[in-house]
């Protein structure tokens, strides 16, 4: 079974700190995703990597920024986080989107 | 612009009630791709089913059964005889096939929270 794993599953930062949520798949996936979900909102697209250094916004991209170094690797940005980017972050990946995302457990994000 | 619309927030059953959750979609796109993904409380999206644009057959598994009808461009999850593991939050999610360059982005509904009581 493809495994996307976030490194953390809670999260408090402070307002105006830079924070990084990482997230790696084991299956050698194309396609890597990062939504944010907010209550009545669904999950809302970021930023999205089809490649290796390759990367596109999203719908909601402001205020973020993302890095994939590695194919397996994919990392989201705050660059200066506010207390709006509260919110639970989910990572995705896919070989081919016709088959769906396999998701991680989603990391819980506070600012304060 | 592709749209999904789950005009259901919230539903709450008794065990052993059916309950069908609803989902619409937009799409100019003539091949397209539909989902539905579980969330329980423990975070983690469980993939459910996939149907695309060409397939309208009815699906059943076990307790679950999906309805695809593309004249009112409606996608509905039904659950048979609820059990309290059902609970938990379901999207539908759709993703377009315009030219094979949207790498696979899925539009999503707000979700649905469906409590199944005891």
């Known amino acids: 079974d493809v495994k996307v794993t976030q490194s953390s599953r809670y999260l408090v930062k402070r307002t105006g700190e830079k924070v990084f949520l990482e997230c790696v798949q084991d299956?050698?996936?194309?396609?890597m995703f990062w939504y944010r979900q907010d209550p009545g909102l669904g999950l809302r697209l970021i930023y999205f990597?089809?490649?290796?250094?390759?990367?596109e916004k999203g719908d909601i991209p402001e205020g973020y920024s993302v890095s994939r170094e590695k194919k397996e690797r994919f990392s989201l940005i705050l660059e200066s986080a506010s207390t709006n980017q509260t919110s639970m972050y989910l990572c995705?990946?896919?070989?081919?989107?016709?088959?769906?995302?396999?998701f991680g457990s989603g990391t819980r994000l506070t600012v304060v | 612009a592709q749209k999904v619309t789950q005009a259901q927030t919230e539903i709450s059953v008794v065990e052993k009630e059916d309950v069908t959750l609803d989902c619409v979609y937009e799409?100019?796109?003539?091949?397209?791709?539909l989902f539905w993904y579980k969330q329980p409380p423990s975070g983690e999206l469980v993939f459910l089913i996939r149907?695309?644009?060409?397939?309208?057959q009815n699906e059943i598994s076990g307790r679950y059964s999906w309805n695809f009808q593309k004249s009112t461009s409606s996608f509905n999850f039904t659950i048979t005889a609820s059990q309290v593991v059902d609970s938990a939050v379901y999207f539908c999610?759709?993703?377009?096939?315009?030219?094979?360059?949207?790498?696979?982005?899925?539009?999503f509904g707000q979700g649905t929270i469906l409590t199944v009581h005891p």
């Open positions: 995705a990946s896919s070989l081919d989107g016709a088959y769906g995302y396999t």
């Open positions: 299956m050698d996936h194309e396609n």
């Open positions: 990597s089809y490649d290796v250094k390759m990367k």
């Open positions: 799409t100019r796109d003539t091949t397209y791709y």
């Open positions: 149907r695309n644009s060409f397939d309208e």
């Open positions: 999610a759709l993703r377009g096939d315009a030219g094979g360059t949207s790498y696979g982005k899925l539009t």
